[in-house]
């Protein structure tokens, strides 16, 4: 659970972000900002935050803000239904993302993630955006990602969104965010 | 036809404008900055210039820019196959847009259109878009669009894009350019 002081906090520098990176939001837009903390508790660590413009049976767009050495847990998108599940694409507008996928693990990755919690990072193929660079990931593929000192914008173009069907790594995780 | 000196012009102006707008493009997508002209020759009037961020079986990402009171010719997206047609988002970034779109014609329009070109532009179904503001278009539904006097830079987020089968109501026009 978020508190509604926390929340409120993290909502205004997410605004500062995209401020930074002149991406204009309208007044309604400003005041759903989501904020996951993913059930954790540990918002800076473990956690991330968006704007949702878009998500329709078909298409997605996001807007997502990291803070400085942010990570948003392993997980992937398993197929559901008739659809082979949800493809998406991560575009970096700024600072620096480290995106880890499926395929051979790096030998010095350029992060770390938190102790306790590092049998729920599985993959370690990584792959680092800078502004203007893109990766797309396809359904069923395990990944996460995680900010660089400045934190970090990222668009995500994607099939459309349903988060209460992705498969986390850590068995603690709850997707759906509740604030208090 | 469009001559390489006018596509060069054009995609520098571009540039700038992306540059206005903080969107940050790898020095290969400077280079590949699409400039349609429609087969019409008059560009500034009747044109679209885009950067495409990817466009797989299932999604796909474009930055549009129009240059000030420059229109996208009307069209639709039929559907293809198995595919419904290409739905899309318009999300205005900088400018302002003047989207027009089957419905209830407004009395007096924000725009004009070309004298010679009046009877290719059927739909008047008036929507204005400022920074931060979008549109949804479902397949099937005609629409054009002209940027105001500032130009104007549009996000745009859709299904798979098939350029070739998009129909225009202007018989004179071809969708893919062609660059001397």
Known sequence: MISRTVYENI???VLEYFSKCNIKL???EKEKIEVADF??????????????YINTDRVCAKDLVL???QTCPEHLHPPVGDSPGKE??????YGT???????????NPKTTVPD????????????VLNPGEQYTIFPNTLH?????SEGAVVSEFSTKSTDENDIFTDPDIERLPIVE
Chains 1, 2 share one sequence.
């Open 67 to 69: 803070l400085p050495g």
């Open 26 to 28: 309208t007044k309604e």
């Open 144 to 148: 996460w990602f995680q900010a660089g």
């Open 39 to 52: 059930g954790l508790n540990r918002i800076r660590e473990l956690g991330l935050q968006l704007i949702e």
């Open 116 to 127: 306790d919690k590092k049998e729920t990072f599985t993959v370690w193929n990584e792959i």
């Open 88 to 93: 998406e694409t991560f575009r970096c507008r």
């Open 11 to 13: 909502r205004k520098e």
């Open 97 to 107: 993302v480290y995106l880890y996928v499926s395929g051979p693990a790096v030998e």
